[in-house]
């Protein structure tokens, strides 16, 4: 099984700073990995596909980057909607998901 | 526009069974890998088992192995999930996904969720 690891669990930062999101895979993904996006009460959305692919929708400010075990998501201006918790998940083999990175406001 | 929409949640004893559907519309769901994926009460995301766009390969993770079958019906464009000989550690929202069309992708749509809780 594929580990997936998220850091931090809690990220606290103000409406229009930068956020950056943290996944490690115990092994190589590939450009496997997608971002989610959860509100209370809502289901996941898809935020990011390919390590680095927008979904379609989703606002220029959410970019993804890295390949193999090292990935990140950066808000580059956050929002008020933007403070949720936030997934990455490989599809190299199987699924895995990361435990989740809470994103507050500071 | 593609929806999901699950059903056949509820409160179950332990020991006992239940059924998931999931609804889709605004696509084929035999066109694509479709896959449940559970959320215990403020915990984060458990894929739990996936059918191929084929109907060839279908796999469950080790804590529902045997006491799961998901299937489908492509008349009906439906998605199900048999639970049984369930515990309380299956108590949890369960949701259906849509995944790719020739592999393994991620889940561009979900449903709302079904709750399902296990208690005596």
């Known amino acids: 099984e594929i580990v997936m690891t998220q850091s931090p669990a809690t990220l606290s930062v103000s409406p229009g700073e930068r956020a950056i999101l943290s996944c490690r895979a115990s092994?190589?993904?590939?450009?496997?990995l997608a971002w989610y996006q959860q509100k209370p009460g809502q289901a996941p959305r898809l935020l990011i596909y390919d390590a680095s692919t927008r979904a379609t929708g989703i606002p220029a400010r959410f970019s993804g980057s890295g390949s193999g075990t090292e990935f990140t998501l950066t808000i580059s201006s956050l929002q008020s909607e933007d403070f949720a918790v936030y997934y990455c998940q490989q599809y190299n083999y199987w699924y895995t998901f990361g435990q989740g990175t809470k994103l507050e406001i500071k | 526009q593609v929806q999901l929409v699950e059903s056949g949640g509820g409160l179950v004893k332990p020991g006992g069974s239940l059924r998931l559907s999931c609804a889709a519309s605004?696509?084929?769901?035999?066109?694509?890998?479709m896959s449940w994926i559970r959320q215990a009460p403020g915990k984060g995301l458990e894929w739990i088992s996936y059918?191929?766009?084929?109907?060839?390969?279908?796999y469950y993770v080790d804590s529902v192995k045997g006491r799961s079958t998901i299937s489908r019906d492509i008349a009906k464009n439906s998605l199900y999930l048999q639970l049984n000989s369930l515990r309380a550690e299956d108590t949890a929202v369960y949701y259906c996904?849509?995944?790719?069309?020739?592999?393994?992708?991620?889940?561009?749509?979900w449903g709302q969720g079904t709750l399902v809780t296990v208690s005596s």
């Open positions: 092994q190589s993904v590939s450009s496997n």
């Open positions: 996904a849509r995944g790719g069309t020739t592999q393994l992708k991620d889940f561009d749509y």
């Open positions: 059918i191929s766009s084929s109907g060839t390969n279908i």
């Open positions: 605004g696509f084929t769901l035999s066109d694509h890998y």
